[in-house]
């Protein structure tokens, strides 16, 4: 998928809890829009701890997989 949006970096803490929790593939599995809105809502976090607490929020929702931005999230609708 092509986003129509900037794409957002990834911040190097980002990739390295990734890599730590072993979610880079649960990551990736998620489409393009879903990615790149994950980064840019945590590197939109004014403070450290908001930061941190985002990202914790992301990484659970990886884990579990069936969360998007505390929304209900199905893998299954062919989205990439």
Known sequence: MVLKR???PMPAY????LL???LVEAYHARPAYQQNDY???I???ARASTKQKR???MLAELAS????MK???RADKGYK
């Not at 997989?65 to 998007?68: I, T």
């Open 6 to 8: 900037r794409r957002n």
């Open 65 to 68: 997989g069936d969360k998007y």
């Open 55 to 57: 990202l914790a929020q």
């Open 39 to 41: 980064v840019g809502w």
């Open 20 to 22: 730590e929790q072993h």
């Open 71 to 73: 929304m209900a999230y």
């Open 43 to 45: 590197n939109r976090g």
């Open 14 to 17: 980002v990739k390295q809890a």
